[in-house]
């Protein structure tokens, strides 16, 4: 056996083990053939492409075929309340503090992440002319801006968004990495039209607070609103394609929790310190022990629901497991 094709058998274990058995022989051997003579490693397309491939076919031994098309629509929704918020802040950002108050701005703008809302801002019309491989350029672009800012904020001194701010927005955007290449142009128009919602929301709301107000009793309203809006969504779209069979609204919200709890981090925290000492706001360690808690607990319920559906034993497949196309 040569080292290519060990190579290829290690990238293979990403397959169930019956279907290494029926199938491992014939999938190596036709890497093999298409391999050239002198290769010593699989291409990263033919890794990438095996990956998929046994997760595809684990999801299916799960009986769990519609997760990857649930995790897309997932995506979808995600996308569209990240440029949400995104078109709300950066109208408020235009509300910079006045020069003789003597505070600290970035330029005409309240702080640097600025520059981040209008990096996901810019996504929104991506998706719907050039869906794909741009959109994601673009989307890893205003994922990057987001991290940076509290770094770059202070390593130049300038102000910027509070975390419990930037933290849903990060998570709302990785799991936007998610959205399909190929949706219809209505479908597709949705971004667009709810950041011009968040600018429309942002618009309205200027002149009724200044400067750091904005990122405070604002945020702590808006962003609970947001995201019992956006598992309301999600639950609606859950039921209304259960009643067909369809298990995307499912696996979609369950993708979902995990923006969801950040979005909400202050009224959990809230519930925390209430509970412990009728504490009238949450106290910072309690936000950061429940966004961390959140983090870590939300992306674990994904596997642990596939494990439960397993246990449950799989349904007749409505969507073809390779495209997820729905019949």
Do not use: K
């Amino acid at each position: 056996m040569t080292e290519l094709a060990r190579r290829y058998r290690r990238l293979l274990r990403a397959y169930p083990a019956d279907y290494r058995r029926e199938r491992g022989e014939e999938i190596v051997g036709t890497y093999l053939d298409l391999a050239g003579p002198e290769r010593r490693w699989p291409s990263l397309a033919e890794a990438v492409d095996l990956l998929r491939g046994g997760l595809r076919q684990r999801l299916r031994a799960a009986g769990a075929t519609d997760l990857l098309p649930g995790v897309r629509l997932a995506g979808l929704l995600a996308l569209a309340t990240a440029v949400f918020l995104a078109g709300f802040w950066a109208t408020a950002e235009q509300n910079a503090p006045r020069p003789e108050w003597g505070m600290a701005s970035f330029g005409p703008f309240v702080s640097i992440g600025v520059i981040a809302w209008f990096a996901w801002l810019l996504c929104a019309p991506l998706l719907f002319v050039a869906p794909g491989r741009i959109t994601r350029v673009a989307l890893t672009v205003a994922l990057l801006a987001t991290t940076a800012a509290p770094v770059v904020g202070g390593l130049l001194g300038t102000p910027r968004p509070p975390l419990y701010v930037l933290a849903p927005q990060v998570a709302l955007g990785v799991l936007a990495l998610a959205v399909g290449d190929r949706l219809p142009r209505p479908v597709r128009a949705l971004p667009s039209m709810a950041a011009l919602a968040g600018v429309g929301t942002g618009l309205a709301l200027v002149g009724q607070g200044n400067y750091w107000g904005w990122y405070g009793w604002t945020a702590e309203q808006l962003l609970p609103i947001t995201g019992t809006v956006l598992l309301v969504v999600a639950v609606l779209l859950a039921i209304g394609l259960g009643i067909r069979r369809d298990e995307r609204g499912g696996w979609a919200t369950v993708a979902l929790l995990t923006p969801i709890g950040l979005l909400n981090a202050h009224l959990l925290a809230g519930a925390v310190d209430g509970l412990a000492s009728g504490a009238p706001r949450p106290t910072y360690p309690t936000m950061v022990a429940t966004a961390i808690a959140v983090a870590l607990i939300g992306p674990a319920l994904l596997p642990a629901a596939v494990a439960l559906r397993r246990r449950v034993g799989p349904r007749p497949a409505t969507s073809c497991p390779t495209c997820g196309t729905h019949r």
